[in-house]
């Protein structure tokens, strides 16, 4: 869930270093819907310095704060490191900017694709495409494709679930405005109301607390937060995604953005040279281990 979504979390060298041939077992992706779908304007040009941006010569781009791994590193989005923050800079090389042309600005997950003018060019923050989000704002063609997780505390009842069924009798939680809360509330449906969070940090300390039985998160950010923050939980298991709509996550911009077909392009040409494949390579966990629930 970031979300996107969601994370604080330090120590990031943990899990940088199981990313390896395991990595992310999630399906290779065609590309998520067109940009035509999101209702994007079209520019006469994608050619570097042709673009019309928030500032001239410039690509302003947003994300939470604080900016959590393993999607960033040391809450630093600047610095490159970490899966968005180098999707960002690679989409930006692609549009013609130079890594000094990329200026970050704070905004926070809802406010991203919440109704109303951006004054970002496009936001990064694990925000998953949906034709609901897409009322309010355009969403680029999808640079990840994601699973959800389920985190427990390795003493928990939770722990041992095997099925959606095993974890109805829980209490569960989530950030709100989440595709995590969705699935809880979608495919589990638990018997109790789940517990909603503003932010995953305060998910993770009612989790170590006992306020929660478990938390569903996006799976790379589950075996980070089980690898580096709380070694005490351990991943119960990831959602199949077989039948299902693909989930992945888009780039943010403003509705009728003329930058959002330039900005698809950037994406699908970097899934189609690898280039989003060996970036997930560097910077997210390995998620080969984790059970399917069903």
Known sequence: MRPRHSLTLAAASVLV??????????PESTGGPSAAASGAGKPASCAPGTLATEAKGKLTVGTDTPAYAPWFQDDDPANGKGYESAVAYAVARKLGFAEGDVVWQKVAFNNAFAPGEKTFDFDINQVSISEDRRKAVDLSTGYYDVRQAVIALKTSKAAKATSLADLK????GAQVGTTSLDVINQQIKPAQQPAVFQK???AK????NGQVDAIVVDLPTAF???GA????AEVVGQFDTAGAAKEQFGLVL???STLTSCVSRAVDALRKDGTLAAIEKQWLSEAAGAPVLK
Do not use: F, M, R, W
């Not at 009798?169 to 569960?172: E, V």
């Not at 923050?229 to 005490?232: G, H, I």
């Open 17 to 26: 270093a199981l990313a390896a041939s395991g990595c992310a077992p999630q």
């Open 169 to 172: 009798g829980a209490k569960l």
């Open 200 to 202: 995953n940090d305060l």
């Open 205 to 208: 300390a009612a989790l170590k």
């Open 224 to 226: 980070y937060i089980t």
């Open 229 to 232: 923050e709380v070694p005490e």
């Open 254 to 256: 403003d509705k009728g």
